[in-house]
């Protein structure tokens, strides 16, 4: 609902609200430019007396000083029959510019206040203003989910590998500036408001013109008492007696209330204050207009600047879901079918699953019902099995359309029963893995429904582990299911196999060193640094392999390790690839599995083909910094990958240390020992702010993360406060 109607008013009002804000921006900055000429004396400096006196010395005939909300000094005056306004300085009555409102800014106020139109451009204005303010609440609801709380709001705004850099910027931005543009939309609104009669304005108080005067002969201005007692930096306006009329007055203004002044005697005939409805106003009005606070204004400024990428990135967003959503044909009725599909999505990517699901199915001649997670109802009369795929968000949460799961599930009807099973779509980055799915298992669990197989998981949407799970869904429901999830992946380009090499084929762990480059002359690499992921289109098969980059662009290779398995397409594919022969291939970014910049420490750590992205970063490691890799495989003299390579980089100094274990040697050691043995000098590194990343198989991370741990203790770190920190990097598969 919140999202909807974000989305919903965000495509209505974005060209609108481009405008007012960019608009917006730019008035900004005049009461800052205004500011930056004027002389403002402190407090006590100057009172209203001396600067009347100083304006007329200047510039006989002054009619009326004012000043202006950026504290600039004014003086009107006729001159000879001349009228005339100029900027003074208030100290020394000294000219600083002539005055003349800027036609262009009066022209982007128009803009701004009405779309250049009358009032029916106002009217549009007050509600797109009002449009901005529910944008504001309901992204900040919007982000508080996705943060998992809102004590999590100012925590670092973690995405998925997978995902475009469109959203993330739209949160980062928006959280920046969202007080801003709050403060500016509701100060908008309560003006448009105040203009439609929709509020009633509080009025301005005024005194009475005096009507019994005594006419004698004016004083000098400088000795009026009243003038004397205002400071100058309370004066809003003074505007001089008609010259030679004893019967007219001073009309003051300043910041508290407005009065008269007998010329002659320099008393107060009369004096109100505007009363506190009226101040209020005027300072709403003037914090919409930054006039009270140019540097708060020069800030709400900034922050409207924001608007443009929001409205670009929110619709870039919205296009990206609308994209990945279901376009289900022969969606069965719920009381019909003998399938049901639930799904939990939060950015849509799981749908694309559930849609290849529900066709191979369909496929099969089952009947299926596909819903979100949210639409659980006891509606499933024919139903034999539940298949529920969901992600996690937040710190291990429920996407938006599974948040009333498991509330909804706890309500069905005891009778209730169905075959279930869950399948977890996640990003292994993330601290809690697919800890959604893991819930809605254990609660279906306590049901004590049967459960159809155990629960799966999908690290950053892997179609490989989507179709295993498909032949094992099949053959517990007895279909020979084959699921084909077709991602959409960045255009591809050909590039051409340059060289290789072969390690561990005596050690049964035949892999693959690759080495790439353009097929087409004069074509250059596309951009990537090591740690980046390459996409590979295998011929015959839709479903993109993703594999770790052990090089850089810059490099002028794009460098693989590939490990043959028996009945991998993909590895099989690239491992027979002969040399000359082409592989089509897209980058995906992958900016969390980096070292952190600066000089503080690296640890390296990697078994098998994990060696990759490290190799990568070890060469590109020219500034020197400390470096230490512990690296595992089975045999020296079998799967050492890159050995010449890491000796050199040890006699260059980019490589400071290499511990190597391996597990069918003389002396086995897997890499976790290797750590044992070194725990001196990994406490002393970490107590010098170092980073480690690791990159290998599942069970060599979850040993390495359990024995670093241990070897940690003593400094009160662990890899939990250590992966939210940054310093902690996996990259397991
Ligand atoms: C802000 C954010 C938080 C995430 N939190 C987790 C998490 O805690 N655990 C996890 O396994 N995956 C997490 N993920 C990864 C998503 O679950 C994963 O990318 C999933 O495939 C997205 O599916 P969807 O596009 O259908 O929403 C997170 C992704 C994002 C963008």
Redesign the pocket.
Known sequence: MKRRLHSLLGLLFGTLLLLIASSGAILSVQPAMERSLATVPARGAVNVADLAAIAVQHYPGTEQIERLPSDAMLVYFTHNGNPGAVLIDPLTGKFIADYQPSAFFSWIKDLHRAFLWDSRGRAIVGVSALAMLILCFSGVFLLAS??GGWKKMFTP????A??AIG?RLHAELARAAVLGLVLSAFTGVWLSALRFDILTEAPEQEATFPTTLAGSAPAPIDTLVALKQVDLRDLHQLIFPFPNDPLDVYALRTHQGSGYIDQASGQWLAYTDYGNGAMLQTFIMELHTGDAYWWLGLLFGIAALTVPVLVVTGTMTWWQRRQ?SPKLKGNAAAHLADTIVLVG???????GFAQALHKALTTHGCLVHIATMNQLAPHYIKARRLLILT???????A?ASAQQFLQKLEQLPLTFNLPWAVL?????Q??????FADQVSLALQLQQWPQLLATHY?N??SGQAFEQWGAALGQAIQLPLSLHYTSIHPATMPLTLYERSGYGEAVNAPTCILGFTPTHSGKALPHFTAGDLVGIIVPGSETPRLYSLASSSQDGILGICVRRHKNGLCSNFLCQLKLGEVANIFIQKNPRFKPCKGKTPIILIGAGTGIGPLIGFIRANTTRRPMFLYLGGRRADSDFLYQEELQSYLADQRLSQLHLAFSRSQQPAYVQDELQLDTKQLQELMAANAQILVCGGRQMATDVASTLDKIFLPLALNIKALKQQGRYVEDSY
Not at 345 to 351: A, P
Request: proline content about 5%; aromatic content about 12%; some cysteine.
């Open positions: 996705r943060l705004i973690k995405s998925a997978t995902d959203p990945n999505s939060e950015m849509q990517s799981t749908w992600a996690t968000y937040g710190d291990g949460d996407p977890g779509f996640g990003d292994r993330f601290e809690r893995f697919c800890h999908i950053r949407q």
